[in-house]
C-alpha cells in the first residue's frame, strides 16, 4: 500500500516527506485447500484496480494473468494441478500515471 516516508536532517535543515508505495507477495502457498495460503496473490496494490499480474512456470510460459482484487492463483493451469517448484511472476501497474513494472517469485508446496 501508500505510505509517506519522512527524511529528516540531522543537522536540522529540514525535513522532506514522500509517498512511496509498497508492493509485498507471499513467498509460498498451499493449495491443499486447507483453509491456509491456498492461493498466491500480490498484497498492497489493491488500491490500483488497474494493475495486472502475471504468473510463469520456469521456462516463461504464462500460466495466470491476475486482478488484485481478485481472489488470487489456485494453483492450477487448465484446470490441473501445477506441481511443487518456483514460479515467476511480473505486476505491471501505474503509478502518477507512470507504467511501472515489479518482477519476482514464489514457491508452490504441495
Same mark, same amino acid.
Given at each position: 500500500?501508500?505510505h509517506i516516508?519522512?527524511?529528516?536532517?540531522?543537522n !536540522?535543515?529540514?525535513?522532506v516527506?514522500?509517498?512511496?508505495?509498497?508492493?509485498?507477495?507471499? %513467498?509460498?502457498?498451499?493449495?491443499n +485447500?486447507? !483453509?491456509?495460503h491456498?492461493?498466491?496473490?500480490i498484497?498492497?496494490?489493491a488500491? $490500483?484496480?488497474?494493475? +495486472?499480474?502475471?504468473?510463469?512456470?520456469?521456462?516463461? /510460459? %504464462?500460466? /495466470?494473468? %491476475?486482478?488484485? %482484487? !481478485?481472489?488470487?492463483?489456485? !494453483?492450477?493451469? $487448465?484446470? $490441473?494441478?501445477?506441481?511443487?517448484?518456483?514460479?515467476?511472476? +511480473?505486476?505491471?501497474?501505474?503509478?502518477?500515471?507512470?507504467? /511501472?513494472?515489479?518482477?519476482?517469485h514464489?514457491?508452490l /508446496?504441495?
Amino acid at each position: 500500500g501508500d505510505h509517506i516516508v519522512t527524511i529528516v536532517d540531522q543537522n !536540522g535543515c529540514g525535513s522532506v516527506s514522500i509517498p512511496v508505495g509498497v508492493i509485498d507477495y507471499p %513467498l509460498f502457498f498451499t493449495p491443499n +485447500q486447507d !483453509g491456509f495460503h491456498d492461493t498466491w496473490n500480490i498484497i498492497g496494490i489493491a488500491s $490500483n484496480p488497474t494493475a +495486472q499480474i502475471y504468473i510463469y512456470d520456469r521456462f516463461g /510460459k %504464462l500460466l /495466470k494473468q %491476475l486482478s488484485p %482484487l !481478485g481472489p488470487g492463483w489456485d !494453483g492450477t493451469y $487448465n484446470g $490441473n494441478p501445477m506441481p511443487s517448484s518456483d514460479y515467476w511472476f +511480473q505486476v505491471i501497474y501505474d503509478e502518477d500515471d507512470i507504467e /511501472k513494472e515489479f518482477r519476482g517469485h514464489f514457491t508452490l /508446496k504441495r
